[in-house]
């Protein structure tokens, strides 16, 4: 049978090399070929290859991204608007994350501070009930949808995001080629006559200390929750 069988089998090598070669110019270039730098380990993780995107030239920019998230080629313009209003450059992975991760930042910031404040008493002068009766900031939530406050608090953010929301806008149509991600031309002035260096320094800090309040904010939230919605300063 053995025999047989080989009598049906190819013999010719150039017939076996031909299918070969015609198999790997079906086969795409792979996709990783294009999102890792082979040459570089990365910083955060030395036992993975550096994603390509990560070059440490961003604020903030560890070299972490163990999934390689920032290095997929993805358009992400058509979240802002339908591609078929009108042609745009787009907007990259990169630039979209750091845009993401820097108003995450922002809102965690803020967040901490103000369920600290709230446990602390601190409330807005002349502030009334219900604002005065809330017993501590993990039941504010709660008691302020009740009330009818938090729905305006938002509309209110979701008007501050459709206004900023232009800024990507005409990043993706290429009329911000110089815009920073998370950079809506207010710094307090901290920023005023300072080196490059000096702000990506800054930039950095801050990018820093937001992903240490999102981190923060998820313990305070859980910690709190755990207490049966009793604990205050210092959560523990």
Known sequence: MAGSTAAFAPTSSTQASTSSTSLQAAMPDRLWNTMVDKTERSRAVP???????????????????????????????????????????????LYWMREAEIKHCRVAMLAVTGWIATDFGVRFPGAGAPYTDIPNAYNAHNI????????????AIGFVEFCTGAALVQVSKGELTDRDAGDFG???????????????????????????????????????????ATQSFPYF
Request: aromatic residues 8%; proline residues 7%.
């Open 47 to 93: 036992f993975l290859p550096r994603p390509i995107n990560l070059d440490g030239s961003s604020p903030g920019d560890q070299g972490f991204d163990p999934f390689y998230l920032s290095s997929i080629p993805k358009n992400f313009a058509g979240f802002l608007q339908p591609p078929s209003w009108e042609e745009t450059g787009g907007i990259s992975t």
């Open 144 to 155: 302020l949808v009740d009330q009818g406050t938090m729905t305006v608090m938002l509309l």
């Open 186 to 228: 207010f710094d307090g002035g901290l920023l005023k006559g300072k080196s490059a260096e000096a702000i990506k320094t800054m930039k950095t800090k801050e990018v820093n200390n937001g992903r240490l309040a999102m981190l923060a904010f998820g313990g305070i939230a859980t910690q709190t929750a755990l207490g049966e």
